[in-house]
Every structure is written in C-alpha cells, then in structure tokens.
C-alpha cells in the first residue's frame, strides 16, 4: 500500500539531516565553485553534487522504487514516477551563493510527491541546524513547534521577501518590479534561499513573499511548509505556482499584493 505523508516525512527528515551534516562539513573543508550553470554567477559547489549524491543513495536504500528529481542531475538517474507511486523532489543545497561566501542562509530541501502531489517536505537549515516539516493536512513545523502564518492585514506593513534570477535580463525586469513595490509595503528582502524564505513566511518571520523564475526543488518543500502554515501559494491569476510566478501571502495580505504584482507584470520579462 501507498506510504502515508507521515512514513515519507520520517524518511524524508533522516536524509535530510544527514545531508544537511555533509554539507556543513564540507564546507568547513573549504568550498569553491565547481561549475557553472545558466550563466556565470549560477554556481554549483562539489558539496552541491556530492550531497545530491548521497540523498539519492539513501533514497535509493530506503525505497528502491521511487522517481526522484533533483537540481543537480535532474531525473536521470531514475524512472518517471508511476501513477500514484513516489516521486522525491530534492535541491541539495538551496542559497548555493551564500553557501560559498559562508553566509548562514542555505538550506537542504527535500519534498516527496505522491500522484503529483507534494505530501511531506523537510527544509534543513545546513548551518543554523534550523528544520521545517510538513506533511498534507498535518500541519507546519519548526523543531516540534506548530507554525502559523502572520495576521499582517496592511500590505503597507508587510515585510516582503522575493528573490532574483541569475539571468540578466530577468534580473532587470525584477529590480523593477521591486522598485515599483517597494513603496507600497514595509520594507523588501532578498536573503538568497527560496526555500527557506517560504519557511519563514510560514512562521510570520517575514510577512508574505514572491519570485519568479522558482524551480520545483525550489518550491516543493518550503511550498508545502508555508500551505500548511496558512499562506495561499499560487501563481497569479489563480494559477498553481511554478516559473512564472510563486506568491506565498496570508489570504489578507494576497489580494493586495496579487493586484501590485499583476500591475507590475512580475511574471513576465524574460
Ligand atoms: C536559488 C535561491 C535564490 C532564488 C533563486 C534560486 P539555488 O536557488 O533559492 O534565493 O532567488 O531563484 O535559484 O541556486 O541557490 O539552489
């Protein structure tokens, strides 16, 4: 039978927290860019591969049977998931940036999806030891801690976070649509690791966030983290999230934030 959200959470944190320590440690060992991405400033670290790596042997050891998708070697390495069989969505190290310059912002994110649908979801702060759980309908946790969105109600009160892109073009139309919102809210910030920004929204440590350009392993776990901490995840338009656009709001910040954003055309540019 299928496993429950809670069986898949109980894998997922064991992995996680062993990933987490690989990272932590290699980064102690000194790290340098390994490779570059979609442009020059997309880094990828050894410790991005090898922690990769080594999520996928444990997942491999614990269910032999899943798909698993991951930043670092996409879904090669495994089949497609079947109808209701599992699939593991991974980003290995997510805030590689702040990873490499030592900033204590990174994170290892590990979700699983079961017919499509993200069930359970670890963030592991690789520095701080900091971990989020979720699972579907369980509810959203920080270090056995249950966790609630903000109650903001004024837009011009939100403290926002979003993120950039590492293409230039995208990063043009972005700081524009920043310098548009930013009148309009609190203050902005751009602290360098997707996952975990939804992690924080989902405890009110910041009120609301958005980005475009959001990866699946950006989003898998710190989506479900910050839905089951109250916030409306979507796209814009009643779309689900994804590239185009993520927006994480407690439902009396979205409507006010959905309308700037949808003026400011934060989901187009390149
Ligand atoms: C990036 C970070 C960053 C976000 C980018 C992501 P990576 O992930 O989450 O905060 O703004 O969109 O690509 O490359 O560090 O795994």
Redesign the pocket.
């Known amino acids: 039978s299928a496993p429950t959200p809670q069986e898949l959470l109980t894998i997922a944190v064991e992995v996680a927290r062993d990933a987490a320590a690989t990272a932590h440690r290699m980064r102690a060992e000194g790290v340098s860019v390994a490779a570059t991405k979609s442009t020059a400033t997309?880094v990828v670290t050894a410790a991005d591969r090898a922690v990769e790596r080594q999520v996928l042997g444990a997942l491999r050891a614990r269910r032999p049977g899943d798909a698993v998708l991951g930043?670092e070697y996409g879904a090669g390495k495994t089949g497609p998931a079947a109808e209701d069989g599992v699939r593991w969505i991974v980003?290995p190290?997510?805030?590689?940036?702040n990873y490499l310059y030592g900033l204590p912002y990174c994170a290892v994110s590990l979700a699983a999806e079961v017919g499509g649908e993200v069930v359970a979801g670890v963030v592991r702060n690789v520095v701080t030891g900091e971990e989020w759980t979720a699972t579907a309908g369980g509810g959203a946790w920080r270090d056995g801690e249950r966790l609630r969105c903000s109650t903001e109600t004024d837009l011009g009160q939100a403290l926002v976070a979003t993120?950039?892109?590492?293409d230039a073009g995208r990063r043009a139309h972005q700081a524009r649509v920043v310098a548009e919102l930013i009148p309009h809210v609190r203050d902005i910030r751009r602290m360098?690791?997707?996952?975990l920004?939804l992690c924080l929204a989902a405890e009110g440590r910041v009120d609301a966030y958005y980005?475009k350009?959001?990866?699946a392993w950006?989003l898998a776990a710190g989506g479900l983290v910050a839905r089951e901490a109250g916030l409306l995840v979507t796209g814009l338009s009643g779309r689900p999230p994804g590239p185009d656009l993520v927006i994480a709001a407690p439902p009396a910040l979205f409507e006010p934030l959905h309308t700037r954003l949808a003026a400011l055309d934060a989901s187009g540019g390149p």
């Not at 190290?93 to 940036?97: A, F, N, P, Q």
């Not at 993120?163 to 590492?166: A, C, I, L, S, V």
């Open positions: 997309d930043e980003d190290i997510d805030g590689t940036v993120g950039f892109g590492y360098g690791a997707a996952a920004d980005e350009g959001l990866a950006d």
